[in-house]
Every structure is written in C-alpha cells, then in structure tokens.
C-alpha cells in the first residue's frame, strides 16, 4: 500500500528544486548571460518557487511560528519587509525596466518608415523585409497595426526588424 501524499513529500523537493533553479537563473542575469529564455524561465517558474515555499511554510508551521518569535526572525523579517518596500523606489535612477515600456511603446507605434531609421535600414528594404515573410506591409503602417490585421505576435515582428535572421 503507497503511502498518502503529504505536503511534506511536494512541497520541499519543490522548493529545493525551484530555489536552484531561481539562483542559476538569477546569476546567469545578474553576470549579463541571460541569453535565450533565462528571463522568461526565471520570471515564469518563480511561481514554482512560491508555491513550493508556500506548501513548505504550511508543513512546518509550527517551526516557522517559533522561529518568528526570536529577536533574529523579527529582525529578518523586518529586514527583508525593508528590503522589499526599498525595492519599489528608483530613488532618483533611472532604471533599465522604467525605460522598457515607453521604448518599446515608440517603437512599436511608430510607421515603418521612422523604424527603418532606428533599424539602420531603408524604408523600402523594411517593407520587403515585411513582404518576404507574408505580411503586407506600408512605410505608413506601424509594427502594432500590422500585429492586430494579421493576427501575427508583436515580437515576432520587431524580430524581424531587429533580428534578419529570424525563422518563419
């Protein structure tokens, strides 16, 4: 007869496995190496991390509840809530992720034509470029008309702007 399935038993192997997972993943951008799907990966499975954590803290309540009754576990809890609400102002930098959203806002609002600047391309050669892959393009269209008409995803078409040798 198998033995019942406890929180236990799922929850801390999850947890160990998610944690290393968020460390390499977390590193690998940290160092600048995070080519591929190392962002998306470390941003997507954080919620394995937090389920896993979650499931953990519900095993070992009662451990957890003590531990939290220590001067080190107020003082680290404290800290981390510190931390965390520090976390949340730019305190006067101007930050990668604040840039991100009206960049990529510009670029994808902007007619074909004004992108080609940007891309280091003529207008022409970014409508054929267009062309080639089976979307009709017009300098006066921009990425995100063309991602509504076409029903084609808006980073697959700056792929194609930013990316030449981007698949079909």
């Known amino acids: 007869?198998?033995?019942?399935?406890?929180?236990?038993?799922?929850?801390?192997?999850?947890?160990?496995?998610?944690?290393?997972?968020?460390?390499?993943?977390?590193?690998?951008?940290f160092f600048g190496?995070?080519?591929g799907l190392t962002t998306v990966a470390h941003q997507w499975l954080s919620w394995f991390f937090?389920?896993?954590?979650?499931?953990?803290?519900?095993?070992?309540?009662?451990?957890?509840?003590?531990h939290l009754k220590t001067?080190?576990?107020?003082?680290?809890?404290l800290?981390?809530?510190?931390?965390l609400a520090?976390?949340?102002?730019?305190?006067?930098?101007v930050t990668g992720p604040q840039l991100e959203r009206p960049i990529m806002t510009a670029l994808v609002d902007a007619p074909l034509s004004s992108l080609a600047g940007v891309a280091g391309m003529s207008p022409e050669d970014m409508v054929r470029r267009f062309n080639a892959h089976g979307i009709p393009a017009e300098q006066k269209r921009s990425?995100?008309?063309?991602?509504?008409q076409y029903h084609v995803g808006i980073n697959r078409l700056l792929g194609l702007v930013f990316l030449p040798d981007t698949p079909d």
């Open 86 to 93: 520090a976390s949340l102002f730019t305190w006067g930098r």
């Open 143 to 148: 990425v995100r008309k063309l991602s509504i």
């Open 50 to 66: 937090l389920l896993g954590a979650g499931g953990h803290i519900v095993a070992n309540w009662r451990p957890f509840r003590n």
């Open 33 to 35: 190496w995070n080519t």
């Open 79 to 83: 800290c981390s809530a510190a931390l």
């Open 1 to 29: 007869m198998a033995k019942p399935t406890t929180v236990r038993s799922w929850a801390t192997p999850l947890t160990i496995g998610a944690f290393l997972m968020m460390a390499a993943t977390g590193m690998l951008m």
């Open 71 to 77: 001067r080190w576990g107020c003082i680290c809890l």
